[in-house]
C-alpha cells in the first residue's frame, strides 16, 4: 500500500539561448528568494547544456506516450507522438543505429516500478516518478520509443481508437461515448494538419486518417457557421472582435 507525501514537486525552468561566443548575465530571482519560504525545500538543482536544442524534443515524446487516461486527447497525443518517431526513425539510417543503441542499454527496474497497479497510483500522485533517474534511462525510454514494430504497433492502434470514439457528427468528445466537443475536435484536427505541414504523415496514403480529418473539419465549419447566425440573430457589429461563449 502506498503512502503518498501531500507535498507537491514545482519545476522551475529558464532556458538559455546562447550562439557562438556569446555571453550572457541572468539572475534566478525565484531561486534567490527561495530562502523566504518556510516550507519550501530544494530537490535538485540541474544544468543542461546541448548543442542541438532538438534534441530535447525527441527525448520530450516519450512523456506524450506514458499519460494514464485514455481520453481522445491523450490517445491523439500518443498518435501524434508515435507519428513523429517513425518519422525521425525512418529519415536516416544513422539515427535509427543511435535509438537501437540506447534501447539496449542497461538500467535497474524496481520492484516498485514493475508492480504495474502501484506505479499507476503513484503516477497520479507523484509526475516525478516517471523522470529517468540518470542519462542512461532517459536514452532507453527514446530508445525503445523509438523501436519500428513498436512504433507501427502503437501507431495503428491510437488510430483505430481516435476514429472508433469519433462522433457521427463528425465531433470528438473528450471520451469515447461522450457528448461531441469542440475544443478537443479542433485540438486533433490542428495536431493533424501540423503532422501534414511537417511532412510526417501523407493523407494520400492515409484514407482512414484523411476521411476522419474531412468529418473533423465539417464538424468545426458547423460550429463556426452557428457562431456566425447567433452573431448576426443578435445583431452584433461584425466589424469589432466577438468572444466566444458557448452555450
Known sequence: MPILSNRMLVTETLPINL???E????TF???LNSGKSKTLR???LTLELTANP???AIQALPYLMEYPYECNEQTFNRYYANSIAAH???SKPQIQKVFEQWKN???LVSNLEKN???KNIILEETPWVLQAQNETERKKRVGLLFELNNLARQQDNSLRKLVKAQSPNGGWPWFKGGPDNRYITQYIVTGIGRLVKMGVIDLSKEPQLNKALLNGLRYLDARIKEDYDELVKNKANLDERQLYTPS
Open 23 to 26: 555571453t550572457k548575465k541572468l
Open 105 to 107: 542499454a542497461d538500467a
Open 42 to 44: 530544494h530537490q535538485s
Open 54 to 56: 532538438a534534441w530535447y
Open 88 to 90: 525521425i526513425a525512418n
Open 116 to 118: 504495474q497497479e502501484l
Open 19 to 21: 550562439s557562438g561566443t
Open 29 to 31: 530571482d525565484k531561486l
